[in-house]
């Protein structure tokens, strides 16, 4: 089944700790994504690329870091310089649809709750 | 990116259709409208997109007024699983591909 995985669905973080948050996808997608959404609220975007070895900061990127060394793989890490991290974070792709971007349409996986201990 | 206003909640009975509104009245010319839904503790799911004309897919209608200014997603028979926060975004051709939700409409389907 094509798709995209995150894992794990629940990660705890102890102060000063760094952790890092999985996200793979076999749709042969280019571009992926990270939003973090806080409960009752919509979804913020975190960072995002569009080709491998390349990504732009979002919205909200200070304190999270992110690589893409594979097209399937968008790891996003959580530092400890990120003082609030507790959240839902989400990660999509979408099909780069060159002259079309309005029409590209995304696919979430079904997110990690990180919880700070 | 232009916005999008939703009512926060509304509330429909079991087999009957569903009307969710969305204004958009700063929409640009080349701005997409695009309707997501996410169900408790899930991610956002795709449910239908558009730009001048009505659309019709399985799961949904989008029904876009004349002057592109408010739209309305149709449900044409909601189930309790239709139960979910709907947003409504618009999405332009331009170089930025992320998706800007707002806080989108509850909507609570009744048995």
């Known amino acids: 089944d094509g798709g995209i995985t995150q894992s794990p669905k629940y990660l705890f973080r102890k102060e000063g700790q760094n952790v890092t948050l999985s996200c793979e996808q076999n749709?042969?997608?280019?571009?992926m994504y990270w939003y973090r959404q806080d409960p009752g609220q919509g979804l913020r975007l975190i960072y995002y690329?569009?080709?491998?070895?390349?990504?732009q900061k979002g919205d909200i990127a200070e304190g999270y870091s992110v690589s893409r060394e594979k097209k399937e793989s968008f790891p996003l890490t959580v530092t400890s310089a990120q003082k609030n991290p507790t959240a839902f974070y989400l990660c999509?792709?979408?099909?780069?649809?060159?002259?079309?971007?309005?029409?590209?349409?995304?696919?979430f996986g079904p997110g990690t709750r990180l919880l700070v201990l | 990116d232009a916005k999008t206003t939703q009512p926060n909640s509304m509330e429909s009975n079991e087999e009957e259709p569903v009307h969710l509104p969305c204004n958009h009245s700063?929409?640009?010319?080349?701005?997409?409208i695009h309707w997501y839904r996410q169900l408790p503790s899930q991610g956002p799911e795709y449910v239908i997109h558009g730009l001048t004309s009505n659309v019709n897919n399985r799961m949904a209608s989008l029904a876009i007024a004349e002057d592109r200014k408010s739209s309305t997603l149709i449900l044409h028979r909601a189930t309790l699983r239709d139960a979910a926060v709907y947003y409504c975004?618009?999405?332009?051709?331009?170089?930025?591909?992320?998706?800007?939700f707002g806080s989108g409409t509850q909507l609570t389907v009744l048995p």
């Open positions: 700063t929409i640009s010319g080349t701005d997409y």
């Open positions: 690329s569009q080709i491998v070895n390349d990504f």
């Open positions: 975004i618009l999405k332009s051709s331009g170089s930025a591909r992320q998706l800007t």
């Open positions: 749709l042969n997608h280019d571009a």
């Open positions: 999509a792709s979408s099909m780069m649809r060159l002259g079309l971007a309005g029409s590209e349409t995304q696919y």
